[in-house]
């Protein structure tokens, strides 16, 4: 849209942090196909959730600072205006094996979605799936009716007959000449049909694919060689040199992201991982953060083969994306207490784990409700959205310091704010509302035999959960923990020999 001159790159700015928030939905949802279990559900909601408040985090420093000050407009201006850059061809990667796939599923129209972008109204009627893959073009010369004289191509071939004005104009016809073979060329279904088919048919196999992964990594990844990968991928380099392990994951993450082209692949891939506990939620951070860099590298890829004439335009645009990342890894990453997302994506991944119903509602509230609000304002006019938004940003950040204190220093704090019990239950937790919500699913369920469980064996469930909870680590795999409970009881039986000998 920037290349095409739709949107300006000062308005892209806004959209382009968007972007990096809504990107991370993907990984959020691909971890809810592990709430099954939930000591494997609190790891990998806390892993995919690490990239949420890190990107939340940086636009709510970033936006303030670029709307005051166009930090991010003006450094990659200076960078563009700096270097003599010449248009070329973005590089084909994955896309020479993926491309034959989609192409067999189905293929779109690039002309349409150009006259959409750029608001030709002729556009908006045409369908966006391609059904002619050759086309035959004939220009020929015709006569046409314009509306005046002015109109016509010159006065020798303009008359007028019937109070109608008419004039000789090169016309271009299209005709099909081989049909495409994807699946949708001879359809009669509306194009709204075929993107919601395509869209359940793709979440289905992303969904189906997961799970696979994750039963096949849990079967193999037990024992002696579980110990041994999480030994690897989580053990940092000795000393003086453990701080480079972390930016070396940075890296991993940003090459990793480069092949596939798709930071959502790339972090919806590891997202597994942590819920089995292959992989730890420290180092999943700077993988994360690394896909983010690497999804910005194809962007600059992709501008590159823009037009010379909008080639400026596109690459700063792309270089927008790439310091906003840049700058969110400054600022939330190499100082260790600055490792904010982390913590935040562990206290997350608690209150998942006890309430799983809390997921849905993060999701819904993160990813639709809060954007539409603000979008919602916005269109309001910036008074209202400064009027509403700062009091309830100021009423925020007021709660997670008094929260910080009572956690830190509570002698600080009056006595009454020392604790959230003057509150009523409901706004300081969440029992109340879980079980609202249990109830209305009993409901639900009250007609199926299958959901009715007895009353003993709730008991016995709850039992149960209890004692894992009890036994085993939070973020750690039970499976990995097993050499070091073999330890543990090999040192009390021994302890159990010297005293007999006593």
Not at 56 to 83: C, H, M, N, R
Not at 299 to 320: C, D, F, K, R, Y
Not at 371 to 384: E, I, N, Q, T, Y
Request: proline residues 5%.
């Amino acid at each position: 849209m920037v290349s095409s001159g739709l949107l300006t790159v000062q308005l892209a700015v806004p959209i382009i942090m968007g972007t990096n928030i809504g990107t991370s939905v993907t990984n959020t949802l691909v971890a809810m196909t592990q709430a099954g279990e939930r000591s494997t559900f609190r790891r990998a909601f806390a892993g995919a959730t690490v990239h949420d408040f890190f990107n939340w985090l940086s636009v709510l420093v970033l936006l303030p600072l670029e709307v005051a000050s166009g930090y991010l407009y003006e450094v990659t201006k200076l960078i563009i205006d700096s270097f003599q850059i010449q248009s070329g061809e973005a590089p084909d990667l994955l896309n020479v094996i993926t491309d034959p796939l989609t192409e067999s599923i189905i293929e779109l129209d690039k002309s349409v979605i150009s006259g959409i972008a750029t608001g030709d109204p002729a556009a908006r009627n045409k369908s966006l799936i391609k059904i002619w893959c050759k086309t035959f073009t004939n220009i020929s010369l015709e006569y046409v009716e314009v509306p005046g004289p002015e109109n016509c191509t010159s006065p020798s071939l303009c008359w007028e007959q019937d109070n109608k004005t008419y004039t000789q104009m090169n016309i271009s016809n299209t005709y099909g000449v081989e049909k495409c073979a994807h699946i949708f060329a001879n359809t009669t279904l509306p194009d709204l049909a075929v993107g919601l088919i395509l869209l359940a048919a793709s979440l289905l196999v992303l969904c189906s694919c997961l799970i696979l992964i994750v039963k096949l990594l849990n079967s193999m990844l037990k024992g002696q060689v579980a110990t041994v990968i999480k030994k690897i991928l989580n053990t940092d380099f000795p000393f003086p040199f453990g701080w480079v392990t972390g930016y070396i994951a940075i890296l991993v993450g940003a090459g990793m992201t480069f092949i596939v082209q798709s930071s959502s692949v790339f972090t919806s891939a590891i997202t597994p991982l942590v819920g089995i506990g292959v992989i730890s939620i420290e180092r999943a951070y700077p993988l994360s953060l690394g896909s983010n860099i690497g999804t910005t590298t194809t962007a600059i890829l992709a501008a590159m083969a823009s037009p010379a004439e909008t080639l400026a335009n596109s690459l700063q645009i792309a270089l927008v994306h790439f310091l906003f990342n840049i700058s969110g890894i400054i600022l939330w990453y190499p100082i260790p207490f600055t490792r904010i997302p982390i913590r935040l994506a562990k206290g997350l991944g608690n209150i998942t784990a006890s309430y799983r119903w809390f997921a849905a509602v993060y999701i819904i509230c993160c990813f639709f409700v809060l954007p539409l609000f603000v979008f919602s304002l916005s269109l309001a006019g910036w008074k209202v959205l400064v009027g509403v938004g700062v009091p309830l940003l100021a009423i925020l950040i007021i709660i997670v310091i008094i929260n910080v204190l009572q956690k830190k220093k509570p002698r600080c704090l009056p006595t009454r704010l020392r604790s959230w019990d003057f509150l009523p239950l409901w706004a300081h937790s969440l029992a109340p509302w879980d079980k609202v919500v249990t109830a209305c699913t009993a409901k639900c369920c009250c007609c199926c035999k299958c959901c009715q469980i007895p009353a003993d064996a709730q008991g016995q469930t709850g039992s149960a959960d209890s004692d894992k909870k009890l036994c085993t680590a939070v973020y750690d795999n039970p499976a990995m923990s097993a050499e070091k409970e073999v330890e543990d009881e090999i040192k009390i039986e021994l302890k159990i020999l010297n005293n007999t000998r006593l």
